[in-house]
């Protein structure tokens, strides 16, 4: 299974948009699931359902700035050139990398901060599955274009 099977899996299955694509990957970073899950929980909804940065987009930078930071924790710029790599083909795949956009929400319209039922009503109305794929497979491409991933 990819990468990107299994975010999309993890999405269907109840996570947010960044737990699905960050724990997507974890056994690539050492992490167990259960770890990744909770490091990437509040990004989801676009930043704790702000609908500000992608969730999907979110963890894909986490993903990318934990294979490509350098040893010292502030050297970021090989990290940074990854994550707007990847941002550049979202964009281009999806026009926007903002949740609010990707969803087709006006700027002023505020949620709680309580989370979506997740029912077939949910699914059917998001494109979130295919951003949390599509993201996932992004990273994937990079990384075996870079020899990080057989």
């Not at 999907?56 to 050139?81: I, N, P």
Request: net charge neutral; aromatic share 8%; proline share 1%.
């Amino acid at each position: 299974m990819s990468y990107a099977d299994s975010a999309r899996d993890l999405f269907m299955e109840g996570c947010n948009c960044s737990q699905a694509v960050f724990a997507a990957f974890s056994p690539l970073l050492g992490l167990e699931k259960a770890q990744a899950l909770r490091l990437a929980m509040g990004l989801g909804g676009g930043v704790g359902r702000l609908r500000e940065v992608c969730g999907a987009v979110s963890g894909a930078a986490m993903v990318l700035g934990a294979l490509y930071g350098g040893d010292d924790a502030r050297d970021k710029t090989a990290a940074y050139a990854k994550v707007r790599q990847f941002a550049d083909s979202f964009k281009e795949q999806h026009g926007a990398i903002v949740c609010r956009e990707l969803l087709q929400k006006k700027k002023d319209e505020q949620e709680s901060a309580k989370a979506s039922d997740r029912d077939a009503q949910f699914y059917a109305t998001r494109p979130c599955a295919k951003l949390v794929f599509d993201a996932a497979q992004i990273v994937e491409a990079m990384l075996r274009e870079d020899g990080k991933l057989a």
